[in-house]
């Protein structure tokens, strides 16, 4: 039985999502993404939150969905790829769960990435998603307690994913 929450971090388009959902899945526990919980709070799309309030608002929303999960039950949580820039939102993280970063080679992002869904990349280029890559990097390798090395396809990723849980789970019994 899974005794915290499991934050998944990294850049967009490493497979937090579609990984986050396979492992909540198969554990039987609900699975949250951050950006959707902000969405459906503001009733709009994140790229329309960026343009009309700002990334500040969307910032402050990120850290009222993380503290309101850590009252909840344990669950798999899918992170934005900026939510662990902000040292609040790792604190919350660190006292209510597990981080796993999600990390995916920059080249495999780039063939997959959606560029008019990320709303800091609206409008940019492969330069940008680069650029955003370079700056965010070391936010998500220091704060994760684990590492996922997801280069190697989805169910590699997810298998690889329940195993470093099993091992979290085994470790916290």
């Not at 899918?78 to 080249?107: A, E, F, W, Y």
């Not at 307690?145 to 280069?151: G, P, T």
Request: glycine residues 10%.
């Amino acid at each position: 039985m899974l005794k915290m929450h499991i934050f998944l971090v990294g850049m967009a388009g490493a497979g937090k999502t579609s990984l986050g959902k396979k492992l909540a899945q198969n554990l039987n526990i609900p699975f949250v993404d951050t950006d959707q919980k902000i969405s459906e709070v503001f009733n709009m799309s994140v790229g329309d939150i960026f343009k009309t309030f700002g990334e500040d608002v969307f910032r402050i929303a990120e850290t009222g969905v993380l503290a309101d999960l850590a009252g909840k039950p344990p669950c798999v949580v899918s992170t934005g790829g900026g939510l662990c820039v902000q040292p609040d939102n790792v604190t919350i993280m660190k006292n209510h769960g597990v981080i796993i970063h999600i990390d995916r080679p920059i080249d495999q992002i780039l063939s997959d990435i959606k560029m008019d869904r990320r709303p800091n990349l609206a409008g940019g280029d492969h330069e940008d998603v680069i650029a955003l890559y370079n700056r965010r990097i070391g936010y998500y390798r220091s704060c994760a307690d684990y590492k996922l090395d997801n280069s190697k396809g989805y169910l590699m990723g997810v298998q690889n994913l329940v195993g470093i849980v099993n091992k979290i789970m085994e470790e916290n019994k």
